[in-house]
């Protein structure tokens, strides 16, 4: 029989979606179980968004340009300028998603085997795109215990080598919720302009920020124009997450050029997907105020729960809608295998992320489990009422 190739060996799983034949088998023994695995929003699309797709009005469905079509550029402008970017519709390249901005931005700025750094524990497809790109993760460790600030630029120098070509940040950040401060990002700035290193910033979550604190992007620090890749997305911002619609910004001509390259290899973004997405950006700011209220309840929810159970400690985190806590217990991963399998609570359980995928060196995170706060409160509480209980039965707790 032939034999796959070693990229399909090594390309590695998602540890969001590897508990989902555990979770679909209780749900056939009849069990509720509480998705709190993966950042899917429970909170309604946009209404400008929908009825723009409903109001579609064309006799062919056509490619549109490999860049994105004009018209969706030009909204996207419009809606990054409002933030302060400073850009033109020609900084844009449209993607299939954030996912592919980030593949295309590996592939443009990486040569294959150089090496990015990225602080850890990041989101879990970053391992994966790097193996499509054949780029080697560096990963430099945040710790739980000051929640997952930005570690000491020491540590990032140490890893740097003639290998090294770029840093990625995601902020907020997914795992953890971690928000970077213009302090952390000052640092970053002075880095990446000693050693000539690209900044990928991740923003899928710029809009989920609490408790008035300030979103700072790379975008905002002077003499960073040409070094500046920022990746985005509609999924998390309009609760989108099934229009795969992202987009790559940057000031580096260079960069964008060459980009446009691997996005004309694959044709297109889609035109129904950009119309929405034009529309979207005219989603009145009463949208996300209810939004971020919402949220914030979400997480001091979780948060406050999480931390009244003994031997947990949970973070409080300042943007996205997640949480990493860390829990009285052997194995991360054989628990959230264990309470979909083995437990129940008046007909319930819950389904969580393994903290240790997101972690890229081997042996962290074997104590913690990311959580994403995207059910309503009445089912955070019974879902915590689910996890309080099957962490006292739990045969592999410690003490």
């Not at 400008?48 to 340009?65: E, P």
């Not at 140490?158 to 940040?169: G, N, R, Y």
């Not at 992202?246 to 050029?257: D, L």
């Not at 034009?278 to 999480?306: G, I, M, W």
Request: charge should be negative; aromatic fraction near 10%.
């Amino acid at each position: 029989m032939p034999k796959i190739s070693e990229k399909g060996v090594f390309m590695p799983a998602s540890p969001i979606r590897k508990l989902t034949p555990y979770a679909d088998q209780a749900k056939k023994e009849g069990k509720k179980v509480y998705h709190l695995n993966i950042g899917q929003p429970d909170i309604a699309t946009p209404d400008v968004m929908l009825d723009a797709i409903k109001n579609i009005d064309f006799n062919v469905w056509a490619y549109t340009a490999s860049e994105g079509t004009l018209a969706y550029r030009l909204k996207l402008t419009e809606y990054y300028n409002k933030l302060g970017y400073n850009i033109t519709p020609e900084d844009i390249l449209v993607t299939l998603g954030g996912s592919e901005a980030i593949t295309i931005a590996m592939q443009t700025c990486v040569n294959e085997g150089d090496e990015i750094i990225i602080p850890e524990p990041f989101y879990a497809n970053y391992n994966g795109f790097a193996c499509m790109s054949n780029v080697v993760v560096k990963p430099i460790l945040s710790h739980i215990e000051n929640g997952f600030a930005l570690p000491p630029i020491e540590e990032f120098e140490k890893l740097i080598t003639p290998k090294t070509k770029a840093i990625i940040i995601c902020n907020p950040n997914n795992p953890t919720g971690y928000l970077y401060a213009k302090e952390e990002l000052d640092e970053l700035k002075a880095l990446c302009l000693e050693h000539d290193l690209f900044l990928f910033s991740d923003e899928a979550y710029r809009e989920f920020c609490y408790d008035g604190r300030e979103f700072i992007s790379p975008m905002h620090l002077e003499g960073l124009d040409e070094h500046v890749v920022v990746l985005d997305t509609v999924s998390k911002r309009y609760s989108a997450c099934g229009a795969r619609l992202g987009c790559m910004i940057t000031k580096n001509k260079e960069v964008i050029k060459s980009s446009l390259k691997f996005a004309q290899a694959r044709l297109s973004p889609g035109m129904v997907e950009q119309i929405a997405g034009a529309a979207a950006v005219d989603t009145p700011d009463s949208y996300f105020e209810e939004v971020n209220k919402e949220y914030t309840l979400r997480r001091d929810t979780l948060v406050s729960r999480l931390n009244a159970i003994d031997g947990v400690f949970c973070p409080n985190p300042g943007g996205a809608f997640y949480v990493v806590a860390k829990f009285p217990i052997d194995d991360a991963d054989l628990f959230c295998q264990w309470i979909l399998e083995k437990f129940e609570l008046n007909g319930e359980t819950v389904m969580m992320a393994p903290a240790t995928g997101f972690y890229s060196t081997p042996g962290q995170g074997k104590n913690e489990v990311r959580m994403a706060y995207v059910l309503n409160t009445d089912d955070l509480n019974k879902a915590m009422d689910c996890l309080t209980a099957a962490l006292e039965q739990y045969p592999g707790r410690k003490i």
